[in-house]
């Protein structure tokens, strides 16, 4: 490997992740600024974490990310009145997470059900067609063809 960050590197791509005492998961909600994120635990309580500045240019997320978050310093912190509770250890990429679900360590609140997902997007697709109720279809664009109209003309050509 080349560069710096080896270690950060190395973090990313193992897939074997161990959450330790005092770590917990946790789901990006938003992004504040100022290495500062706003995350969801289990529990579905929301905290403030700092995302360290040796992460910024080597690890990415955005909302909905899942994050290792440690907060071994909560309780002291809210009784301090200190918004900041956690720090990001690690960033869980796709296949990171999809190791952690199979898994004890997995929150039972970030385990999606299929049921309710489809009914959301049920609902979701039923609100967005009564808004276009009332508008004019929109218009195709000409200045891109159709490649399955050129096959069909192509076709009919032919024979």
């Known amino acids: 490997m080349k560069g710096g960050r080896k270690n950060l590197k190395r973090a990313k791509e193992e897939k074997n992740v161990s959450i330790e005492q005092g770590q917990s998961i946790m789901q990006v909600v938003e992004l504040r600024g100022s290495n500062l994120i706003e995350v969801v635990d289990g529990e579905g309580v929301k905290l403030l ?12 997320m955005k909302r909905g990310s899942f994050v290792v978050i440690d907060e071994s310093g909560r309780e002291e912190a809210v009784e301090s009145g200190r918004k900041v509770v956690g720090m990001v250890t690690q960033v869980l990429y796709h296949e990171q997470v999809r190791v952690l679900q199979k898994s004890l360590d997995w929150p039972d609140a970030f ?22 109720e009332g508008l004019p279809p929109l218009e195709p664009n ?3 063809r159709n490649p399955l109209l050129d096959m069909a003309a192509d076709s009919d050509s032919d024979s």
Request: hydrophobic share 25%; charged share 30%; with cysteine.
């Open 49 to 60: 974490a700092i995302f360290p500045a040796k992460f910024q240019k080597s690890m990415w």
């Open 111 to 132: 385990k999606s059900k299929p049921d309710q997902d489809t009914q959301s997007c049920s609902i979701q697709h039923e609100s967005i067609s009564s808004d276009d």
């Open 142 to 144: 000409e200045n891109r």
